[in-house]
């Protein structure tokens, strides 16, 4: 997997350098490439929070542009090398999407440290769309609102803590090549506490 990486950061560098994508573009261009490797995977049946569940993420998705298709959220657990892996996730659930905010429930083996990606299949086909160039086509987020950085997306600029059986994640969905947010949410962070400040862009 550390092979595939490598491969597809140098594909992407490479193919930035010779469009002439620069900035927060070219930094698309990478999210884009680390969110088809995450949904390539199957689609299994979607998890809710229930009462079995031993603790839970509720995750706000603030920007939703549309109600064609559907929004899906996915955790990861405290292993950065797990983050944005295929096969590595702990929970998915997917949800019909409407304009503004959905709101998610990914249940959790217990209290701990996590990450959460977010995007919205707009076109119904379980996998982030993207442009012949590999720049995400339908929005995309993570928890903590990372700012988009040229390099791949980090589990530190996206941990947060889970200390008790239940946390609450407001998480912007970006669209566009300027990653810019349909909305920004009026309550500002969710109460998950970060683990590790976002590096600078």
Not at 36 to 48: D, I, Q, R
């Amino acid at each position: 997997m550390e092979k595939l990486e490598l491969l597809m950061r140098s594909v992407y560098r490479l193919s930035a350098q010779a469009l002439g994508i620069r900035g927060r573009g070219a930094a698309v261009l990478v999210v884009g490439a680390a969110f088809g490797v995450l949904l390539a995977a199957p689609v299994s049946t979607a998890a809710t929070c229930d009462e079995a569940a031993r603790a839970s993420v509720l995750v706000r998705v603030n920007g939703v542009r549309s109600s064609q298709g559907f929004v899906e959220a996915v955790l990861y657990g405290d292993q950065p090398e797990d983050f944005l892996k295929k096969g590595k996730r702990l929970a998915r659930q997917r949800v019909a999407a409407r304009p503004g905010q959905v709101v998610l429930c990914l249940p959790a083996p217990g209290p701990g440290v996590y990450a959460v990606a977010v995007y919205h299949d707009e076109n119904g086909d379980t996998k982030l769309g993207r442009s012949w160039l590999g720049l995400p086509t339908e929005g995309y987020g993570l928890s903590n609102n990372p700012p988009s950085v040229w390099r791949w997306p980090q589990h530190a600029d996206s941990a947060f803590r889970l200390p008790g059986d239940r946390v609450v994640l407001d998480v912007d969905l970006r669209y566009g090549i300027d990653g810019s947010s349909a909305s920004q949410s009026e309550d500002g962070p969710g109460a998950a506490a970060t683990i590790g400040a976002p590096s600078a862009g």
